[in-house]
């Protein structure tokens, strides 16, 4: 019962390097998720992937990639670190698109930009 | 847009005492409604839902009513543990372009002291 797996679940990085941050859910479901929390904003989206083989900007966007690698992994990637992405990042996933569907979440990556 | 008020937290109170945390919402459609808790260290878990008006969620003692008049999804619970201090999220969920939409309340941080 693994769910949503993220990795790694802490990194230290200096402004200007480079991360990939890993998901990987083993529930068979569609879609996917990448949100940040910050302290007092609850969580933001940042992109997703309504189903294998798409992926669209979400609230926040900028300064991040993503890749839906296959129906499993969606992977976040920061290609030139900025303090200001110090963050907590979750990934989720959802069966589907529909608006009663809960989503589930990994534990977290902890990311800190120096 | 959608948006989610929760109140402000923390939230401190004795074993058994009774909870109330209160959580408004503005939608433009017909939003299903979410809590989830977050444990330490943890991500989301989903808490209970309300997919349309007047269901009531319920879970591990905790519920929750959709009310449409007052736009309104307060968390409640009878008599709380030690164990259920967590931060609490209201969400509220729309399908929207092809995508599942959440937006996130800020959370409320609840301490039950024995």
């Known amino acids: 019962n693994a769910g949503v797996t993220q990795t790694p679940k802490f990194q230290v990085l200096k402004t200007g390097q480079s991360m990939t941050l890993q998901c990987a859910q083993d529930?068979?479901?569609?879609?996917m998720y990448w949100y940040r929390q910050d302290p007092g904003m609850g969580l933001r989206l940042i992109y997703y992937?309504?189903?294998?083989?798409?992926?669209d900007k979400g609230e926040v966007p900028n300064g991040y990639n993503v890749s839906r690698l296959n129906k499993r992994e969606f992977s976040l990637r920061l290609e030139s670190a900025a303090p200001s992405q110090t963050s907590v990042y979750f990934c989720?996933?959802?069966?589907?698109?529909?608006?009663?569907?809960?989503?589930?979440f990994g534990d977290g990556t902890r990311l800190s930009i120096l | 847009g959608d948006s989610v008020t929760q109140m402000e937290g923390p939230v401190t109170l004795s074993e058994e005492a009774f909870l109330t945390i209160n959580c408004t919402y503005t939608?433009?459609?017909?939003?299903?409604l979410f809590w989830y808790v977050q444990y330490p260290g943890e991500g989301l878990q989903l808490l209970l839902k309300?997919?349309?008006?007047?269901d009531k969620g319920s879970n591990k003692g905790f519920e929750a009513t959709y009310r449409k008049e007052t736009t309104s999804f307060h968390l409640e619970k009878g008599s709380v543990q030690v164990s259920d201090s967590a931060v609490y999220f209201c969400?509220?969920?729309?399908?929207?372009?092809?995508?599942?939409?959440?937006?996130f309340g800020t959370g409320t941080k609840l301490q039950v002291i024995p």
């Open positions: 309300a997919t349309k008006a007047d």
């Open positions: 969400a509220l969920s729309e399908g929207s372009g092809g995508y599942q939409k959440v937006t």
């Open positions: 989720a996933s959802s069966e589907g698109t529909g608006s009663n569907q809960p989503q589930h």
């Open positions: 992937s309504a189903s294998e083989g798409t992926t």
């Open positions: 529930m068979n479901h569609n879609s």
């Open positions: 939608a433009t459609g017909y939003p299903s």
